[in-house]
């Protein structure tokens, strides 16, 4: 039996993690300017976990006191046969877990949205960047827009409530569609979420000048909308968050510009198996590695608890001689 207390997964600077983000493939069928151009490949398949692989680590992160994992890539659902592994991630919450998240580009979402829910899937987190079909084939690489609101479509038509469409700002492409995000989520009643342009993608084409701070976001839309300021649900949430009058909710995720490291909760699982304590990190624990050596499950506990007592009190995208993570937004996992 593998020993846990209630300070499993606290850092040296007190922070607690429940929240796993867990990718399942860095593979995408979208060329997303922010995360993969064309030209970079995915990783050899023997190298990603498998399910059985993805299971068991799940299962000792929930037993070191995650209580969210949200399930990303890539584009998770690229993955063959990913119902079957979310069903056996939601059986984890007889074990403690609270939710189970999806995130995905919604382009294959409609053939599979009553799938999911019916596998066990909480919530839905949804990535659109343009409502304009010429603005959405210059960011993702795709004429994929129709799809995107088929699977939106089909998802509420499923039942899942609190969707998140989340969109990341990008000044000179589509900066001048947050006004018209802000109506989408009224109209749609749902929640979009406006997230600073991060220095992580593979082209690293990213520079300063680029990011829409959170602050300009925020100015731009209470000159056209009520918005009332809604109260965190956890101390750990990263979106400053507002409702709209009538419906919908708008959320500013300031990564860059008003970071909010001070209270992250989140660790990552590559879809190669590799624990990040933080989206930029340069450190990674190899937990594939340990599981495919014979490692037990004790093992793999000890050297969670390890990378997570060492991380870092935040990081360093604000100052001088940042280094970028050798890793972009795929390989990361969203």
Known sequence: MVSVSDDSLQDDFGRRLGDLRLSVTDRCNFRCLYCRPSEVAGMPRQEILSFDEIERLARVFVLLGIRKIRVTGGEPLVRRDLPLLLRRLALLKDRGLEELVLTSNGSLLAPLARTLRDAGVDRLNLSCDSLEAEGFRRLTGQDGLDLFMRGLEAAQQAGFQGIKVNCVVIRGLNDHEVVDFARFARQRDLAVRFIEFMPLDAAAEWGAERVVPAAE??????????????????????????????????????????????????????????????????????????????????????????????????????????????????????
């Open 217 to 334: 976001i925020l100015a731009r839309l209470r000159g056209e909308f009520e918005l009332i300021p809604v109260p965190p649900r956890n101390p750990a949430e990263t979106a400053s968050r507002f409702s709209l009058a009538g419906a919908g909710e708008i959320g500013l995720i300031s990564s860059v510009t008003a970071p909010f490291c001070d209270r992250c909760n989140r660790v990552r699982l590559t879809a190669d198996g590799h624990l990040r304590t933080c989206l930029f990190a340069l450190q990674e624990t190899d937990l594939r590695g340990l599981m495919r050596s014979g490692g037990q499950d004790s093992d793999l506990v000890e050297a969670i608890r390890r990378a997570v007592r060492t991380r870092e009190r935040a990081h360093h995208v604000n100052e001088p001689g940042y280094i970028r993570p050798g890793r972009d937004m795929a390989g990361i996992g969203g």
